[in-house]
């Protein structure tokens, strides 16, 4: 994957993971595995040397 796609994937994980976690509580094992994935991804872009860090909403309102 080039970095303009990791990039974008964590971004979009970012904004699922802020839908869902608006939702109800119905959507905790979405919510868990959105977080799962964009953890994986974030690794991924880690390893390759790829700087991600995007403003988290969510982790600013908590």
Same mark, same amino acid.
């Given at each position: 994957?080039? /970095?303009?796609? =990791?990039? @974008?994937? #964590?971004?979009? !994980?970012?904004?699922?993971? *802020? #839908?869902?976690?608006? /939702?109800?509580? %119905?959507?905790? !094992?979405?919510?868990? !595995? #959105? @977080? @799962?994935? !964009? @953890?994986?991804?974030? &690794? /991924?872009?880690?390893?390759?040397? #790829?700087? =991600? %860090?995007? &403003? &988290? =909403?969510? *982790?600013? *309102?908590?």
């Amino acid at each position: 994957m080039t /970095e303009t796609i =990791v990039r @974008q994937l #964590i971004f979009t !994980l970012s904004v699922a993971r *802020e #839908i869902a976690s608006r /939702e109800s509580p %119905d959507y905790d !094992l979405v919510l868990l !595995l #959105i @977080q @799962q994935a !964009l @953890q994986v991804a974030k &690794d /991924e872009a880690s390893r390759h040397g #790829i700087m =991600v %860090d995007f &403003d &988290d =909403v969510s *982790e600013r *309102e908590h």
